[in-house]
C-alpha cells in the first residue's frame, strides 16, 4: 500500500503525535502514554497525524507596478 504523506520528512514532536493532546493554552501535550510532553519532545511511540499541523502561512509580495501589467 502506497503512503499519501511521507512521515519522515517530518520532525517527530509530541504536537503532531496521534497520541498526543494539545490544550487550548498550547504550552504543552497530554500524551497517553507518556503523560505531560513539552511541544518539542518526541518519544518512541511516534505516530505522526498530517491532521494537527498547522502549515506555514506563505507571504505574497504585492509590490507589484504598472509596467507588469501591460502587453
Known amino acids: 500500500m502506497q503512503k499519501l504523506i511521507d512521515e519522515k520528512k517530518?520532525?517527530?514532536?509530541?504536537?503532531?503525535?496521534?497520541?498526543?493532546?494539545?490544550p487550548d493554552d498550547r504550552k504543552s501535550v497530554l500524551c497517553s502514554y507518556k503523560g505531560i510532553m513539552q511541544?518539542?519532545?518526541?518519544?518512541?511511540k511516534f505516530k505522526y497525524d498530517p491532521l494537527k499541523r498547522i502549515p506555514t502561512k506563505i507571504k505574497i509580495d504585492?509590490?507589484?507596478s504598472e509596467n507588469e501589467f501591460k502587453l
Open 62 to 64: 504585492t509590490d507589484f
Open 39 to 44: 511541544l518539542d519532545d518526541s518519544c518512541r
Open 10 to 22: 517530518y520532525d517527530p514532536k509530541c504536537e503532531y503525535c496521534r497520541f498526543g493532546r494539545v
